[in-house]
């Protein structure tokens, strides 16, 4: 989803950043999100993800790792993090903000119009990708192509 529409998602990890709590985490966060927006992750080479495999069978997701020291495998998370880092300065402990101050930033980062998004936002192309999955949904009930539906207008 966030290579499409860039939205940025932030999960509050409560305690440590132990391969456990992120598991668990990142298990809540995306099984709360529509499959069809969910499916693939690309993380970096950090400990936090030994049970990769646990996350993967939960949600659906297919796993990939970055190669190590090549931030540009991630560029729209390199991106992201530049952006955090206007509300949470680099050293910040991020356990200190509560998950509700986390959903604020993220929905403002949300809202901000992005250059390569062609000045729409995040929230905006969300809300196109919603329209046209219950629109291909409601489509493939009554049996039309969605792809013809789509030229037709």
């Known amino acids: 989803m966030e290579r499409k529409t860039r939205l940025t998602r932030l999960v509050h990890l409560s305690g440590n950043h132990s391969a456990q709590t992120v598991a668990d985490a990142l ?5 709360a999100l ?3 927006l ?7 080479q950090d400990n936090e993800m030994f049970q990769h495999g646990r996350i993967e069978a939960a949600t659906g997701l297919s796993i990939y790792f970055a190669d ?14 530049k ?7 680099k050293g910040t ?9 986390l959903d604020r930033v993220a929905t403002e980062l949300n809202h901000r119009p992005r250059k390569e998004l062609h000045d729409h936002t995040p929230h905006q192309l969300r809300q196109g990708l919603r329209y046209r999955l ?3 949904r409601f489509a493939s009930i009554l049996g039309i192509c969605p792809r013809r539906l789509s030229t037709r207008s």
């Open 27 to 31: 298990i809540d966060e995306f099984t």
């Open 34 to 36: 529509p499959t069809q």
């Open 38 to 44: 969910t499916r693939t992750l690309t993380w970096d």
């Open 68 to 81: 190590p020291h090549s931030p540009w495998q991630r560029g729209t998370n390199e991106y992201t993090n």
């Open 83 to 89: 952006l955090l880092r206007q509300y949470f300065p």
């Open 93 to 101: 402990d991020l356990g200190q903000w509560s998950q509700a101050h």
């Open 134 to 136: 219950k629109h291909n």
